[in-house]
């Protein structure tokens, strides 16, 4: 199979010819610079240290096209980008100064090199009528956004090799109200007044769909996957309880599936980190067709011979590979055995794509990643 037929097969529910491999395509299955600097030069790759979204205080690389082919990604992205003339602004602002995005939210440097995402610009508001008067809202139809994506989409749909990753960046209205508030200050107002933890998820999604629905326009019939996404656990649970979930945030995922499916025969990707297992029936019924990053350090998220089991026939499992233990703090045999591991388990009859649980920090030696790639391939054909 092609990599593209390989991953239509196995998001449909089908056995391809071996699990699919995504890696490197968003911020949400990239790779941070320090390992694709040496994925290069393992492999004698020499490529330009570009970075994904023009954004270097984000950290996640843009891989080139010979380093994807080496690390046998089945799937590429087509991404969207701030205005230019914000990421003019931040390009002409003064060194270690703090990155300011076009909603007004940002990040600050704590240490040389490293970036927190600190910078709240409504911390204060209570009211919709505070939520009206912040002059920050961003322009969602600024054309720079999306002016490459048609070609881009365009492109690679006529080479029809690899299979179509599309996601603009954080479109997702509960990670955007902790930016927009803080997350503690955002998760008490959960807690303490719903009516305008609801107007301010709802005003946010309501710019997203600003800039969606004019991306979905412009990648046409020329996508595979949609990336969505909120970070809802962790390590231990979920950020909120189910309940909360249902009565504030779930109703405006829903909406905003909706909002999607109605434009596009793409599937659906969610991604959300922590233990979600909670949830995961929720996200079936509002039409999630692919989970990610299956964070297997996570409670619930650990028992995948459950997950496939109460799950497998109704949503893909993309992920799994531990970014927690296993690929920063193993050797390269650990990191093969967790890839034959997670295979066994999630594969069998298809419906499982293999990543790392996120992004590829910088503490992670190239050679596990290498490591991990190289196992799906041996470890990954059907049948397993």
């Not at 690390?71 to 002409?92: A, F, I, K």
């Not at 909603?103 to 490293?114: A, L, N, V």
């Not at 949830?279 to 997950?307: C, H, R, W, Y």
Request: proline share 7%; aromatic share 8%.
């Amino acid at each position: 199979m092609t990599s593209r037929e390989r991953v239509l097969t196995t998001i449909n529910h089908g056995q391809a010819d071996r699990v699919p491999l995504i890696i490197g395509v968003s911020n949400a299955t990239g790779i941070k610079m320090k390992p694709y600097q040496g994925i290069k030069q393992l492999a004698g790759i020499e490529a330009p240290d570009n970075y994904l979204y023009d954004w270097p205080e984000l950290g996640t690389a843009e891989i080139d096209e010979q380093t994807m082919l080496r690390l046998h990604s089945d799937v590429r992205g087509v991404l969207d980008l701030e205005p230019e003339s914000v990421r003019r602004r931040n390009h002409q602002r003064e060194p270690h100064s703090d990155f300011i995005d076009s909603w007004g939210s940002g990040q600050t440097e704590t240490t040389p090199g490293d970036w927190y995402p600190g910078i709240h610009p409504i911390p204060e508001a209570r009211t919709r009528d505070d939520l009206d008067a912040y002059p920050g809202w961003p322009d969602m139809s600024d054309p720079s956004r999306i002016a490459h994506v048609r070609e881009q989409a365009r492109l690679l749909a006529e080479e029809n090799r690899f299979a179509i990753l599309a996601t603009p960046w954080l479109l997702f209205p509960f990670e955007r109200a902790h930016a927009m508030q803080g997350m503690e200050t955002f998760l008490m107002n959960m807690a303490m007044d719903q009516d305008f933890a609801r107007a301010l998820l709802e005003k946010i999604a309501v710019y997203c769909k600003q800039l969606m629905g004019p991306f979905l326009e412009q990648l046409g019939d020329n996508v595979d996957i949609i990336k969505i996404g909120d970070d809802l656990g962790t390590q231990e649970s979920l950020m909120i309880s189910p309940k909360m979930y249902r009565e504030i945030l779930k109703p405006v995922h829903a909406d905003f599936i909706s909002f999607i499916k109605a434009r596009t025969n793409a599937k659906v990707l969610f991604h959300s980190d922590g233990d979600v297992e909670p949830l995961i029936d929720d996200f079936i019924e509002i039409g999630v067709d692919i989970l990610n990053p299956i964070q297997t350090s996570a409670g619930k998220m650990s028992d995948l011979a459950s997950l496939k089991k109460h799950f497998g026939d109704n949503i893909v499992f993309c992920g799994g590979i531990d970014s927690h233990r296993i690929l920063p703090h193993g050797s390269v045999a650990d990191v093969r055995e967790e890839v034959r591991r997670v295979i066994q388990s999630l594969g069998p009859g298809g419906g499982c794509m293999i990543g790392a649980v996120h992004t590829v920090m910088n503490d992670v030696p190239p050679e596990n990643v290498l490591a991990m790639v190289d196992a799906v391939e041996e470890f990954g054909r059907y049948p397993l």
